[in-house]
């Protein structure tokens, strides 16, 4: 039971910093960020 949410916390930390590292997720994100707020970075 305890070595399943170890495994589940890794993996998603994993992909949160795939998400944050990658270039195209992060290319959706700014273009995300600039059409709410009405500008580009």
């Known amino acids: ?3 399943l949410r170890r495994w589940r916390t890794a ?16 290319e959706r994100y700014r273009r995300a960020l600039a059409c709410s707020e009405g500008r580009r970075f």
């Open 1 to 3: 039971m305890f070595g």
């Open 11 to 26: 993996l998603v930390g994993h992909l949160a910093v795939f998400e944050m590292t990658s270039v195209e997720p992060m």
